[in-house]
């Protein structure tokens, strides 16, 4: 299948490590004229280096805080003056610190809001006029299974990202004579630092070895396993692409079955 990206440009956030880098490196394979953000800059130059030697393809790298909107807009626009215009933003950010409602406080609730609800606005806010000016566009927002099924001990991933699939949805109507689609792609279980750093907490506060966490959280999983960051930047890329012509504000989850709602 022709996925329509060769030389599209392509901007994904919060890519030098986990989901964002395995998108990033998804899209490279398609031939796409990608540019990844992230805060740490020697974070972004290894995955630079990792995505060139995996794909052949060389991509742009700029420094970015998703919660620093003077970062996002310059982040959007050194990407628009490298790569010519922008075709497909892709929105991602680092989880929200875990724990539950009587442990946040209300600097908790502000720096999550910011850190997984208005990044994604100000993302899009930004990306949008260059979007129409390619006449149309694909936005995917990188979310989370929580979106279907609240985590117990995540409340502020559970809240916030329900926020940024009601923009999605939102969004889907507001953009669609744009010609722009836009789609949630939601993360379960997969093989990623977050996963591995909420395993750890969970074990610690149990006081039981993390073998027997991670072990346990197969137990409700379908398929019976880990996904694999690849796995995951395929799906997007597809949601992303323009092979993608007529899904517009859906969220695909991509859990191994582990969520059951309808």
């Known amino acids: 299948m022709d996925l329509g990206l060769a030389n599209k440009s392509v901007f994904v956030a919060a890519a030098s490590k986990g989901l964002g880098l395995a998108t990033a490196l998804e899209f490279a394979r398609e031939g796409a004229k990608v540019v990844i953000a992230s805060r740490n800059l020697q974070q972004l130059e290894a995955a630079r280096q990792e995505i060139k030697e995996a794909t052949g393809q060389e991509v742009g790298i700029v420094q970015m805080d998703v919660t620093s909107p003077e970062q996002i807009t310059e982040a959007i626009q050194a990407a628009v003056e490298r790569n010519g215009g922008l075709d497909v933003l892709i929105t991602n950010a680092g989880g929200p610190p875990g724990g539950g409602f009587a442990e946040m406080e209300d600097a908790d609730w502000s720096g999550g809001f910011d850190l997984t609800l208005m ?43 329900a926020g940024v699939n009601a923009l999605t949805k939102s969004l889907a109507t507001e953009l669609a004579e744009d010609g722009i689609l836009i789609n949630t792609v ?47 930047g395929r799906a997007v890329v597809f949601m992303g692409s323009f092979a993608n012509t007529y899904s517009t504000g859906q969220s695909l989850l991509v859990d191994g079955g582990s969520v059951k709602s309808l």
Do not use: C, M, W, Y
Request: hydrophobic letters at 40%; charged letters at 25%; glycine letters at 12%.
């Open 119 to 161: 990044s994604t606005i100000r993302l899009i806010r930004e990306a949008l006029p260059h979007l129409r000016a390619a006449g149309g566009g694909r936005i995917v927002n990188v979310s989370s299974v929580s979106i279907k099924q609240p985590i117990q001990g995540l409340i502020l991933s559970n809240v916030f990202r």
């Open 186 to 232: 939601a993360p379960g279980r997969i093989g990623t630092d977050r996963i591995r750093e909420l395993d750890s907490k969970r074990a610690d506060a149990a006081g039981v070895p993390l073998e027997q966490v991670q072990a346990e959280a197969l137990h409700g999983i379908p398929l019976g396993r880990t996904g694999t960051p690849e796995e995951f």
